[in-house]
């Protein structure tokens, strides 16, 4: 079973359209985040939930939402998408915030919008 | 402000050749230091991490990677490369309350036959 899932692996969609992201995590952890990987394979944090709380929220524009309904899953929602939102976004857990804990990445969502 | 700095964007090595990958930090205390690797349209993997203690780590697939406080280093190793190595690798460093992690822009290795 994969440790975390994300789905759509691949997204293609227009500007100015609305879509979400999920992300499923198996491991029982409690903090979940969101990176975006641009073109230049540059890493960024977007957002950290932990036990569905909010803890993390990087300089992101409003247009992402982030949910988590659960701690089990962090959903990714993005109004108004733009060109500059094509990217790479990667799910990831960990056991809790602690800061020596090892995070575990899903298998990235490609998004691509036109 | 804390910053990975990973100088090498692309490089090539032969297959059986050894391999260092570098990455370099700038934080005001000691960092908790990470090194990923990325195969083509895959995640992140972890390959070995340092918190503390012995300066040289030693992680899966035969890397480790050494401490080096005095060059706010960590530079990744690997005696004798495999074609499968080939992927982008990423330093990471954690640094601060929540988990703020911060990753090098990345290192592409090819290996050749």
């Known amino acids: 079973d994969t440790a975390v899932s994300q789905t759509p692996k691949y997204l293609v969609t227009q500007m100015g359209n609305d879509k979400s992201i999920k992300c499923e995590q198996n491991l029982g952890h409690d903090t979940m985040y969101w990176y975006k990987q641009d073109s230049k394979k540059f890493l960024k944090i977007m957002f950290s939930?932990?036990?569905?709380?909010?803890?993390i929220n990087e300089t992101v524009p409003n247009r992402f939402s982030p949910k988590s309904p659960d701690k089990a899953h962090l959903n990714l929602h993005i109004n108004s998408l733009e060109l500059g939102d094509s990217a790479v976004y990667f799910c990831a857990s960990s056991q809790d915030t602690g800061i020596q804990e090892t995070q575990y990445f899903g298998p990235g969502t490609r998004l691509l919008v036109l | 402000a804390q910053s990975v700095t990973q100088p090498d964007i692309h490089i090539t090595v032969s297959e059986g050749a050894s391999l260092e990958l570098r990455c370099n930090y700038s934080?005001?205390?000691?960092?908790?230091l990470f090194w990923y690797v990325q195969s083509p349209g895959q995640g992140l993997q972890l390959l070995l991490k340092y918190f503390s203690g012995d300066t040289l780590v030693q992680g899966i697939k035969g890397f480790e990677a050494e401490f080096k406080r005095s060059q706010s280093s960590f530079n990744l190793r690997k005696p004798s490369v495999h074609w499968s190595d080939a992927a982008e690798y990423f330093c990471a460093m954690h640094s601060g309350g929540y988990q703020k992690v911060t990753f090098g822009i990345g290192t592409k290795l090819q290996v050749i036959p």
């Open positions: 934080y005001g205390a000691t960092p908790y």
């Open positions: 939930y932990n036990n569905k709380e909010l803890i």
